[in-house]
C-alpha cells in the first residue's frame, strides 16, 4: 500500500517517505497519524479523534499527535503558518489540504484483478469499481492493524535519563557543552545552606565544587568549558563569581548589596545580563567585564525575569508578569534596544531555553497545563514537545548550546492532600497524588466539592460516598475555591483569566453551568445572600480590599465597604450584614439604619487573615491562629470573652473551611511530597 501527493510517497508497511527519491524512515506512530490525516483529506479532524481512532484501547496523551504534526511539518518541510499540506484549524484539529493526486493501493492485486475482467466477456466497469474500492478498504484495514501501537515502543522521540533523586533539594541543572557532565544546585534540610555540584555523566560520580556557606543559585558553563559561573548570596549581599574548573581560582565579578536572582552569560564570555531586585521590583541589567557598571535595559512596567541569551548573542530572551496578570516572553535586541513581544498564551512561564538558531523550548503552564513547548521564532506557532503527569512540573531547562535536542532540566512533584477535622466519614477518592485543595462539604447533601488537577488542568470535582466525578472542563489554569449557596443546590466558583476572573454559577443537581459574569480578577468570594440570589465578595484595588456585592439577575457589582473583607455574613434576622473592618480588625455588624457596632476585636485574639476563616454563631466565634507547630483553630465565647482552643493542626495546614453548627468541622490542606529529580533528555535521533 502507498500513498502519493506532491513529490513525496508513503510507504506505510515500510515505515517510509521519498522525497525527490530520498528515502526518509520514520517512528510507526508518525506514520500511522500521517495515513490517518491522507484518509481523511479535506476534513477537520481533532487530536481526540485521531487518538480514539488510532489507539482505542491504549492510553496515550494528545502531545503524542502534536508532536507526529510537529515532526511531519519539519520532514515535509511544511509551514504551520502558510501550509501546503497540514492545516492548523483553531481549537477544532488539523486538516491534511493538499489533494491526493493517486492511490496506489495492493497494485498486484488489482492488476490482477484488471486482467481477469478484461478477458472476461462478462466484464462490467462499475461492477469493477466496485471490487477496486472493496480491495483498497481491505488492504487500509489490514494495513491498519499491522501498525497499530505498539506498547514496547516510546510516546516520544526522546530518550529520558534520571541524574539526581534524593531525599534533599536538587535543581538548577547546567549541561556542559561536551554533554559529559552536568553541574546542578543540591539543598540539604540540615542547613540553610546550599552547594553546587558537579556530576560526570558517565560515572554518574558527584563532586561537590562549594562549602556550604552560603545560597548558590544558578551554575552555568561558558562556552569553552574551563570556567563555569555562579550567584552566591549570604543574606542580601550577592555575587556572581567565575570558577575555574582546572585551577579551582574564584574570581568576583559583580558584587552588590541586594539580591541576584538570576543570570545569563554571553557566548563570547565577555558579558553577563542580571535579574537584580531593587526595592520591590526587579529589573534586567547588562553588565560587561571591561566595565564596573551596570546597564539597565529600557523596559516597560512589569516583573522582568529569567534572562538568557540567544546562541549567537544578538539578543536576550526575558519573561515578564505584568500588572494586568498577563505573562509575555520577549525577545530584546541588543544592537538597538528594540524589544520584540513573542508571546502571551502562556498562564506562567517557568523556563526558556534556546535550542538551535531558530527554535525556543519554553516549560509552563498553558490551556491549563504544565508542559515542554517548542516555538519557532519566525512564525511564533507553540507546539508541544513533553507532556507530563498532573501533579509534576518541569523547569530549569539547560541545553549545551550546541543546536543539539539534549537537555536536562528539574522536574518537580507535589502532592497537597485535604484533610479533615471532625468528620468522621470522607470519600476514599478525595485526595489522589496530584494538588487536591480548597475543599468544601455541604452537611445537607453530604458532598465534597474541591479542585483537583488530577485530570490534568485545574477542574471542580464532587466527591460522595465512595465515588469522585469530574464536574467541570474547564482546563483552567487557576481556580478559586467553590462556594455552596445556602439551600446547597448551587455552586458559585472563579476561574481567573489573565485580565479578568470568571464568575460562574453551576447547578449541583444538573451540573448545568446556569450563569458567567467577567469580576474584577482580585475578586474572592466570601458568602452567598440567604435568598441566594446575590454574592458577597471582597475585591482587591491598590493594596485596598473593598467588600462588594455581585447581583446575579444581571451581573452587576455594587460596592459596600472601603478596606473590608475576608468574611461577611447576613443576620438571621436579615437585619444588617456582619463583616471585617480591615483598618483595624474588628468584627462589625451593621443594621438597617447603617449604624456600626463592634461584635470583638479580632487583632487582640491575633485572628490569622485567611478567606472564610471565621465562623459565627449564636454563642461562638471560631477562628484561626498561626503558631510554630501549626494552625490552632480557636474559639471566643461571646458572653463571656473566654478563649479555648477547638483544634491544633499538623504544621504546613492551611485552613480552607470552618463549618458545621453545633459542632463545627475544619477542612484544610496540607503539602505531602515535594520532591525534585533532575532529568536528562536525550533525542534519539540525533
Known amino acids: 500500500m502507498t500513498f502519493q501527493f506532491a513529490n513525496c510517497l508513503v510507504f506505510p508497511a515500510h515505515n517510509k517517505l521519498e522525497i525527490d527519491g530520498q528515502s526518509i524512515k520514520i517512528e510507526p506512530k508518525i506514520m500511522q497519524v500521517l495515513c490517518f490525516l491522507l484518509r481523511h483529506q479535506g476534513q477537520v479532524v481533532s487530536r481526540e479523534f485521531i487518538a480514539q481512532s488510532l489507539w482505542p484501547d491504549t492510553v496515550v496523551g494528545l502531545d503524542v499527535i502534536t508532536r507526529a504534526i ?4 519539519k520532514i515535509l518541510n511544511d509551514s504551520a503558518q502558510s501550509p501546503q499540506f497540514i492545516e492548523t484549524i483553531a481549537r477544532k484539529g488539523y486538516c491534511f489540504i493538499y489533494p491526493l493526486e493517486q492511490k496506489l493501493v495492493g497494485e498486484e492485486s488489482v492488476n490482477y484483478l484488471v486482467k481477469r475482467y478484461e478477458s472476461s466477456p462478462s466484464f462490467k466497469w462499475p461492477l469493477f469499481v466496485t471490487l477496486s474500492v472493496a480491495v483498497i478498504l481491505i488492504v487500509v484495514v489490514v494495513g491498519f492493524f499491522l501498525t497499530r501501537y505498539d506498547p514496547d515502543r516510546q ?16 535543581e ?26 558537579l556530576m560526570d555523566l558517565q560515572t554518574n560520580k558527584k563532586v561537590a565544587l562549594t562549602e556550604q556557606d552560603a545560597i548558590y543559585r544558578f551554575p552555568l558553563w561558558g562556552a569553552s568549558g574551563k570556567y563555569i559561573y555562579y550567584i552566591k548570596c549570604i543574606k542580601r549581599d550577592c555575587q556572581l563569581i567565575q570558577d575555574d574548573l582546572e585551577s579551582r581560582e574564584k574570581e568576583v565579578l559583580f558584587s552588590r548589596g541586594e539580591e541576584i536572582t538570576s543570570f545569563d552569560i554571553s557566548p563570547l564570555e565577555q558579558e553577563v545580563v542580571l535579574n537584580v531586585k531593587e526595592g520591590g521590583s526587579q529589573r534586567l541589567a547588562l553588565l560587561d567585564f571591561d566595565k564596573p557598571e551596570l546597564l539597565y535595559m529600557e523596559l516597560s512596567d512589569g516583573i522582568h525575569r529569567m534572562p538568557k541569551y540567544s ?17 509575555v516572553l520577549n525577545q530584546y535586541h541588543l544592537a538597538d534596544g528594540v524589544v520584540e513581544q513573542l508571546n502571551s498564551d502562556f498562564h506562567s512561564i517557568l523556563s526558556v531555553e534556546p535550542i538551535g538558531d531558530n527554535q525556543l523550548w519554553i516549560s509552563g503552564k498553558r ?4 508542559a515542554i513547548w517548542s516555538m519557532s521564532l519566525d512564525g511564533k506557532e507553540l507546539e508541544q514537545v513533553i507532556d507530563n503527569h498532573s501533579s509534576e512540573y518541569q523547569s530549569q531547562l539547560s541545553s549545551a548550546n550546541d543546536g543539539t535536542f539534549n537537555l536536562v532540566y528539574k522536574n518537580w512533584h507535589r502532592n497537597i492532600n485535604i484533610e479533615l477535622y471532625g468528620l468522621a466519614d470522607y470519600p476514599q477518592m478525595l485526595n489522589s497524588d496530584a494538588i487536591d485543595i480548597n475543599a468544601i462539604y455541604s452537611p445537607e447533601i453530604k458532598a465534597f466539592f474541591s479542585v483537583s488537577n488530577r485530570s490534568g488542568s485545574f477542574e471542580i470535582w464532587q466527591h460522595k460516598a465512595n465515588e469522585s466525578q469530574q464536574v467541570t472542563r474547564l482546563k483552567a489554569n487557576s481556580l478559586g475555591q467553590p462556594l455552596l449557596s445556602q439551600d446547597s443546590k448551587q455552586l458559585a466558583f472563579l476561574n481567573k483569566k489573565s485580565a479578568f476572573s470568571e464568575l460562574t454559577i453551576l447547578d449541583v443537581e444538573s451540573q448545568q453551568h446556569l450563569m458567567s459574569y467577567q469580576v474584577p480578577v482580585n475578586t474572592h468570594l466570601l458568602e452567598w445572600s440567604n435568598r441566594s440570589d446575590t454574592l458577597y465578595v471582597s475585591v482587591l484595588e491598590q493594596k485596598q480590599y473593598t467588600l462588594a ?9 455594587t460596592k459596600l465597604v472601603v478596606n473590608a473583607g475576608g468574611f461577611v455574613k447576613e443576620p438571621t434576622d436579615g437585619n444588617g450584614l456582619i463583616y471585617v473592618d480591615m483598618s483595624n480588625g474588628q468584627l462589625m455588624r451593621t443594621n438597617s439604619l447603617s449604624e456600626t457596632k463592634r461584635i470583638v476585636d479580632l487583632l487582640s485574639l491575633n485572628v490569622a ?43 504546613g495546614s492551611v485552613v480552607t473551611q470552618l463549618g458545621g453548627e453545633d459542632k463545627p468541622f475544619v477542612i484544610s490542606d496540607r503539602r505531602i511530597e515535594d520532591e525534585s529529580k533532575i532529568i536528562l533528555l536525550e533525542s534519539e535521533y540525533d
Do not use: C
Not at 177 to 184: D, E, I, M
Open 70 to 73: 510537529f515532526e511531519l511539518r
Open 549 to 557: 456585592m455581585i447581583d446575579l439577575s444581571n451581573g452587576k457589582l
Open 609 to 651: 487573615s485567611i478567606p472564610r476563616g471565621l465562623m459565627l454563631t449564636e454563642q461562638w466565634l471560631y477562628y484561626v491562629v498561626l503558631a510554630d507547630e501549626g494552625p490552632r483553630v480557636m474559639r471566643y465565647e461571646l458572653s463571656s470573652s473566654e478563649v479555648s482552643l477547638y483544634a491544633q493542626l499538623p504544621k
Open 172 to 197: 538548577m541543572p547546567a549541561l556542559s557543552p561536551s554533554q559529559k557532565s552536568v553541574l546542578f544546585i543540591q539543598s540539604f534540610p540540615e542547613n540553610r545552606f546550599n552547594q553546587v555540584f
Open 367 to 370: 490551556d491549563g497545563r504544565f
Open 311 to 327: 546562541l549567537d548573542g544578538s539578543s536576550v530572551f526575558f519573561v515578564t508578569s505584568t500588572s494586568n496578570g498577563y505573562t
Open 155 to 170: 510516546v516520544h522521540q526522546f530518550r529520558s535519563t534520571l541524574l539526581a533523586h534524593s531525599d534533599s533539594q536538587v
